[in-house]
């Protein structure tokens, strides 16, 4: 996988008192790096297609929904699938994005 990434990290003390399984997740960003490299960007597809997720492996794929990408701000809301969210320690993530050998698009709910 090339391009770029990107680590999220899902704060613990939000997951309240037990541990999440197969939990969609709001990821909620904007990055001028999201733009599209048409608008001095990162990414690859104009809508966006080579956007997605993984486990921090770097090979699992999760699944995700892009709700809302906006490629002249590089502001994208997704719905990502996490296999669990833990309440005692933080829940990491990573975003790809500007793979040109990638058009991940939407992966279901």
Same mark, same amino acid.
């Given at each position: 996988?090339?391009? $770029?990434?990107?680590?999220?990290?899902?704060?613990?003390?939000?997951?309240?008192?037990? #541990?999440?399984? #197969?939990? %969609?997740?709001?990821?909620?960003?904007?990055?001028?790096?999201?733009?599209?490299?048409?608008? @001095?960007?990162?990414?690859?597809?104009?809508?966006?297609?080579?956007?997605?997720?993984?486990?921090? #492996? @770097?090979?699992?794929?999760?699944?995700?929904?892009?709700?809302? $990408?906006? %490629?002249?701000?590089?502001?994208?809301?997704?719905?990502?699938?996490? %296999?669990?969210?833990?309440?005692?320690? #933080?829940?990491?993530? $990573?975003? $790809?994005?500007?793979?040109?050998?990638?058009?991940?698009?939407?992966?279901?709910?």
């Amino acid at each position: 996988m090339a391009g $770029y990434r990107r680590r999220i990290v899902i704060d613990h003390t939000k997951v309240m008192n037990v #541990d999440q399984r #197969d939990f %969609p997740v709001l990821v909620s960003l904007t990055d001028a790096a999201l733009k599209p490299t048409s608008e @001095g960007g990162h990414v690859s597809h104009r809508r966006g297609e080579d956007i997605f997720f993984t486990l921090p #492996d @770097g090979k699992t794929r999760l699944s995700h929904e892009v709700a809302a $990408y906006a %490629p002249e701000s590089g502001a994208l809301n997704a719905w990502v699938r996490v %296999p669990e969210l833990s309440c005692s320690k #933080d829940t990491e993530l $990573y975003l $790809y994005y500007g793979d040109l050998t990638s058009v991940a698009g939407q992966t279901g709910k």
